[in-house]
Nanobody
């Protein structure tokens, strides 16, 4: 059974940092890309960052470039999203997802976690 479990969300003041974790199981981790997505109330889900577990290639949304860093620990089947210089507009539920194709688009991803709330206060 494929499982993706996010953790690390919480409440932080603007300018602060959080590190999200996505623990994966039930599939061959090295064959998949892991993406981070977020969805704010009343808005569509959007891609934040993604990483290829096989070669480490990464993509970032323009809105988070220079502030967020994605990384992968293949030995632990875990992907991290380090979020620095957080802004109130980063407030959303953050989801991780897995798919063989590396993409920031929502549609290709077949497997999703349950999400973790990130709230940035001004």
């Amino acid at each position: 059974e494929v499982q993706l479990v996010e953790s690390g969300g919480g409440l932080v003041q603007a300018g602060g940092s959080l590190r999200l974790s996505c623990a994966a199981s039930g599939f061959t981790f090295d064959d998949y890309a892991i993406g981070w997505f977020r969805q704010a109330p009343g808005k569509e889900r959007e891609g934040v960052s993604c990483i290829s577990s096989s070669d480490g290639s990464t993509y970032y949304a323009d809105s988070v470039k220079g502030r967020f860093t994605i990384s992968s620990d293949n030995a632990k089947n875990t992907v991290y999203l380090q979020m620095n210089s957080l802004k109130p507009e980063d407030t959303a539920v953050y989801y991780c997802a897995a798919d063989p194709v590396l993409s920031l688009r929502v549609r290709p991803y077949d497997y999703w976690g349950q999400g973790t709330q990130v709230t940035v206060s001004s």
